[in-house]
């Protein structure tokens, strides 16, 4: 065996131990991921020194700053607000009910982790719920007292328990909509799930003279998927759990129902207790707000973004090595302003204020002053508390395969193998990538099943001479889509731990929104991604094989 093809070997070998540890689980994956920085430079791969500086790239520090936002946002209630009110505008009716968690939850996982965002509905959903069915319980009961001459004192229906079968289905739908609508939404934005971000830093790496994927190219392609998908799956899961009831669900000037009244009222209540907005909520919001327009405006493709305001001579240097990628600079901005942009609170009255000087005594003639102590809008143990260092490290080791892969040359063998994939047309090539990494990541972690096909898809779209993002975009998207089981993913794991959900329940529904999944992305693929980035041309950045 020649020295080229024994390093190859070396690096498949690395890469066949971290994959099997990794779809196995049976270390921590965070503990998993050191594994590339032992064994590369044991075997010659890549040495020590090397290796080591792919553990920390501009990804973590677009992690860093997100974060910051999104432990901001947790911390003053303002995605609960969000959620509350985005539900109270859609109205009481169960199945509007149902679409407004969707869209709301939603809406708040483009920005935070898909875990705090299911974690924090989820709760209000459960109250939603069991007020809807001890409202019910309680206007039975008075309609048999009545008949009856009984009275009796009415007790509520105690958690987990269904009067009819209608209210047990209706729970079901409603915590799988929590669920499912919190991995469709991150799909949105690029630091909306970590498998987004792990494509961004590796397609960089791999292509760095590509310009394409940017946040506001990432949108402008996703919000449609997003879109489509929320409204299919809420189709989806009324048609299998609650029915399709079109009078029903269209109807127009009748007076609301019992069940209507109550859930208004439990979403009423929970945003009252909220209080008035603070000055913090405020100010968060304002950071959000500059954060998503600075990253749609940095470069957005159809018109010149604030990176064309530096002079004009240096704007080209700029553009292609100083700011190319520069997601990361708007969030670290933004944490910045967390810290400088806080909060005056009022402090213990000084005690030196109404003494006489060498007295010890209080004049109490002179009144007492009261400080204001400054506060940033989040401290930094608060900050690391949420971080989620282990992700970190796991891209970390992501990156460092993917290194291994291309100086060992095991990426290029592997694209040379799988040339013969050329003679078929591009989108059953396309499908069978996406059918595959959807089945594997039901069963293995999100971000390990991203990092462990990258390095394979990319080769073999040069090999068969495709677009590369032809393949990858649709491969990370689907990614996401693990719906089936409880420990496919944490937003599953969550909703499933409040017990209205049995495993072939999620199965049932997990299987369809796969598939609606698989489809949308396919549509999205052979459509409005083409023109966006030229998928049907091999482009210049990408190697020629």
Same mark, same amino acid.
């Given at each position: 065996?020649?020295?080229? #093809?024994?390093?190859?070997?070396?690096? #498949?070998?690395?890469?066949?131990?971290? /994959?099997?540890?990794?779809?196995?689980?049976?270390?921590?994956?965070?503990?998993?991921?050191?594994?590339?920085?032992?064994?590369?430079?044991? %075997?010659?791969?890549?040495?020590?020194?090397?290796?080591?500086?792919?553990? *920390?790239?501009? *990804?973590?520090?677009?992690?860093?700053?997100?974060?910051?936002?999104?432990?901001?946002?947790?911390?003053?209630?303002?995605?609960?607000?969000?959620?509350?009110?985005?539900?109270?505008?859609?109205?009481?009716?169960?199945?509007?009910?149902?679409?407004? %968690?969707?869209?709301?939850?939603?809406?708040?996982?483009?920005?935070?982790?898909?875990?705090?965002?299911?974690?924090?509905?989820?709760?209000?959903?459960?109250?939603?719920? @069991?007020?809807?069915?001890?409202?019910?319980?309680?206007?039975?009961?008075?309609?048999?007292?009545?008949?009856?001459?009984?009275?009796?004192?009415?007790?509520?229906?105690?958690?987990?328990?269904?009067?009819?079968?209608?209210?047990?289905?209706?729970?079901?739908?409603?915590?799988?909509?929590?669920?499912?609508?919190?991995?469709?939404?991150?799909? &949105?934005?690029? &630091?909306?799930?970590?498998?987004?971000?792990?494509?961004?830093?590796?397609? @960089? &790496?791999?292509?760095?003279?590509?310009?394409?994927?940017?946040?506001?190219?990432?949108?402008?392609?996703?919000?449609?998927?997003?879109?489509?998908?929320?409204?299919?799956?809420?189709?989806?899961?009324?048609?299998?759990?609650?029915?399709?009831?079109?009078?029903?669900?269209?109807?127009?000037?009748?007076?609301?129902?019992?069940?209507?009244?109550?859930?208004?009222?439990?979403?009423?209540?929970?945003?009252?207790?909220?209080?008035?907005?603070?000055?913090?909520? +405020?100010?968060?919001?304002?950071?959000?707000?500059?954060?998503?327009?600075?990253?749609?405006?940095?470069?957005?493709?159809? =018109?010149?973004?604030?990176?064309?305001?530096?002079?004009?001579?240096? @704007?080209?240097? =700029? !553009?292609?090595?100083? +700011?190319?990628?520069?997601?990361?600079?708007?969030?670290?901005?933004?944490? !910045?302003? @967390?810290?400088?942009?806080?909060?005056? &609170?009022?402090?213990?009255?000084?005690?030196?204020?109404? *003494?006489?000087?060498?007295?010890?005594?209080?004049?109490?003639?002179?009144?007492?002053?009261?400080?204001?102590?400054?506060?940033?809008?989040?401290?930094?143990?608060?900050?690391?508390?949420?971080?989620?260092?282990?992700?970190?490290?796991?891209?970390?080791?992501?990156?460092?395969? /993917?290194? $291994?892969?291309?100086?060992?040359?095991?990426?290029?063998?592997?694209?040379?193998?799988?040339?013969?994939?050329?003679?078929?047309?591009?989108?059953?090539?396309?499908?069978?990538?996406? +059918?595959?990494?959807?089945?594997?990541?039901?069963?293995?972690?999100?971000?390990?099943?991203?990092?462990?096909?990258?390095?394979?898809?990319?080769?073999?779209?040069?090999?068969?001479?495709?677009?590369?993002?032809?393949?990858? +975009?649709?491969?990370?998207?689907?990614?996401?889509?693990?719906?089936?089981?409880?420990?496919?993913?944490?937003?599953?794991?969550?909703?499933?731990?409040?017990?209205?959900?049995?495993?072939?329940?999620?199965?049932? /529904? $997990?299987? $369809?929104?796969?598939?609606?999944?698989?489809?949308?992305?396919?549509?999205?693929?052979?459509?409005?991604?083409?023109?966006?980035?030229?998928?049907? =041309?091999?482009?210049?950045?990408?190697?020629?094989?």
């Amino acid at each position: 065996m020649s020295q080229f #093809a024994l390093k190859e070997a070396e690096c #498949a070998f690395v890469l066949f131990v971290v /994959a099997v540890f990794w779809l196995s689980e049976a270390l921590p994956l965070s503990v998993t991921a050191f594994i590339p920085a032992l064994m590369f430079p044991l %075997f010659g791969v890549i040495p020590s020194k090397k290796i080591a500086s792919t553990y *920390f790239k501009d *990804f973590h520090l677009l992690l860093t700053g997100v974060i910051c936002l999104a432990t901001s946002i947790e911390k003053w209630n303002l995605h609960k607000r969000i959620a509350l009110r985005m539900v109270m505008l859609v109205g009481v009716n169960p199945a509007w009910l149902m679409l407004g %968690f969707m869209f709301s939850t939603g809406f708040l996982s483009m920005w935070l982790s898909n875990t705090s965002t299911a974690a924090m509905v989820m709760p209000i959903v459960e109250a939603v719920a @069991q007020q809807i069915i001890n409202a019910e319980a309680e206007v039975d009961a008075m309609q048999i007292n009545s008949s009856d001459g009984i009275h009796n004192e009415i007790q509520p229906v105690s958690e987990n328990k269904y009067r009819t079968k209608k209210d047990q289905m209706m729970c079901k739908a409603m915590c799988l909509c929590i669920a499912y609508s919190s991995t469709i939404g991150g799909l &949105t934005t690029i &630091t909306g799930t970590s498998t987004n971000l792990i494509f961004a830093e590796t397609f @960089q &790496t791999r292509y760095p003279g590509s310009t394409e994927i940017n946040f506001g190219t990432w949108f402008l392609l996703c919000i449609p998927i997003t879109i489509i998908l929320m409204i299919l799956s809420w189709l989806w899961l009324q048609w299998l759990f609650l029915g399709f009831n079109f009078k029903e669900l269209f109807k127009c000037g009748k007076a609301k129902t019992q069940r209507e009244i109550a859930s208004a009222k439990v979403i009423l209540d929970e945003y009252k207790k909220l209080g008035p907005l603070s000055y913090q909520e +405020i100010m968060t919001f304002i950071l959000f707000l500059l954060m998503a327009l600075l990253w749609f405006t940095r470069d957005p493709g159809f =018109i010149p973004g604030w990176s064309a305001l530096f002079a004009e001579q240096f @704007q080209k240097q =700029i !553009m292609e090595n100083y +700011i190319h990628d520069a997601d990361y600079l708007v969030p670290l901005l933004e944490t !910045m302003h @967390q810290y400088f942009v806080g909060v005056y &609170t009022r402090s213990h009255v000084h005690e030196w204020v109404g *003494f006489r000087v060498g007295d010890s005594t209080r004049n109490p003639a002179l009144p007492a002053a009261k400080s204001f102590d400054y506060a940033p809008l989040i401290t930094w143990k608060e900050f690391q508390a949420c971080m989620p260092w282990d992700i970190g490290i796991l891209v970390g080791g992501g990156f460092a395969l /993917a290194e $291994g892969c291309e100086v060992s040359g095991l990426s290029q063998w592997i694209g040379n193998k799988m040339t013969p994939l050329g003679s078929l047309p591009i989108w059953i090539v396309v499908l069978i990538a996406c +059918i595959i990494v959807t089945s594997v990541t039901e069963v293995a972690s999100n971000p390990a099943t991203i990092t462990i096909f990258l390095p394979i898809l990319a080769p073999l779209a040069e090999a068969i001479n495709v677009n590369p993002l032809y393949i990858l +975009i649709p491969t990370t998207l689907c990614t996401s889509f693990a719906f089936l089981l409880p420990v496919a993913n944490p937003p599953n794991a969550i909703v499933f731990s409040y017990g209205h959900l049995q495993v072939i329940d999620m199965v049932k /529904a $997990g299987l $369809g929104i796969n598939i609606l999944g698989v489809l949308v992305v396919m549509l999205c693929i052979s459509t409005w991604a083409i023109p966006m980035f030229n998928l049907n =041309i091999y482009p210049s950045w990408a190697p020629t094989i």
